[in-house]
């Protein structure tokens, strides 16, 4: 077991908190710090090994001062060969098994500003972490992790030349995403094929609508998104697109007063190769007559004023 090469496949997430079986048990803070010693140790003995990553998993708040967990996770990197690296999911923005009453917190206007302070905290953590990670592991084919949308980080995602998967979960919500940082992601991912995005941005009478352009992408799936809507697609290779209606992620308007782009006719303009949107499989003249079965669809996940029934958004 004391192999590099053994360890190539690492995921801290298969470790439970507690492994206690008696009847009635109930977990404790005790609990948890045995867990971290555990899982320190365990990081502890890989990074003696240098071992030689292919595929990483790990689920840990990196701006958790006490814990100390970021410490840990740069050190393994820093020791480990990274260079084979390929499947990576990181979800650095919390510790599932850390115990919500660990954290004795009062709902007061003092503690939400301190509350927010942190969130922005450990994006800035983040943002310097990313920095350091895309340049030991340059060879990520598939990624998962939250994401900030700094355009810091946008560019180091451009690092990860062999990127073909990325999947991009929400950090901030209201986040005031730039359409120049969306054309920078896509544009610096030059290998991408499939993107799963989780965005929410604010709605209102003077929001952004969305363009997006990628010669390479296959697979796109914005069904997660909240107020991301796209007006304009250039995407030649793509042939599969998840969608949901978006919901409206801001005050309450009347919909003759917001104009919203009809996603039947921005799609058939520019991802004429589309085969399936959702499970519904098309027709090969789709983008040319909007047969019954993609009408209906479409009524269940456009938002122009066309499709959308009712006053308000």
Known sequence: MKVPQVWSHVD??????????????????????????????LFQNLTGLRPTLKHLRLAYDIDERKDKW?????????????????????????????????????????????????????????????????????????????????????ECLGRLNRLHTLVVEKYFVFQALKQDILTEMLEGCSSLRKLVLEIWVPSGREMTTYEVSSKTLRYLDISQCRGFYVSHID??????IKI????????????DQVELPCLYKVLASGAKNLELINDLKLSVDWFEVCDDPLDSLMKNVCSCKTHKSGWAM
């Open 12 to 41: 801290f997430t298969e470790f439970n908190m507690c492994y206690c079986t008696k009847p009635g048990h109930q977990c404790t803070a005790i609990c948890y710090e045995n867990y971290m010693s555990r899982m320190k140790h």
């Open 70 to 154: 970021l410490l840990c996770i740069e050190k393994l990197l820093h020791e480990s060969n990274c260079r084979e690296l390929a499947t990576v999911h990181i979800n650095w923005k919390e510790t599932p098994c850390r115990p919500f009453w660990l954290d004795q917190v009062n709902h007061t206007v003092s503690n939400y500003s301190d509350f927010i302070s942190k969130y922005r905290h450990r994006q800035r953590i983040f943002v310097n972490f990313f920095d350091y990670f895309t340049t030991v592991a340059k060879n990520i084919e598939e990624l998962i992790l939250p994401f900030d949308w700094s355009m810091r980080s946008v």
């Open 235 to 240: 995407t030649p290779s793509l042939k599969r």
């Open 244 to 255: 949901l209606r978006q919901q409206w992620n801001g005050p309450l308007v009347i919909r």
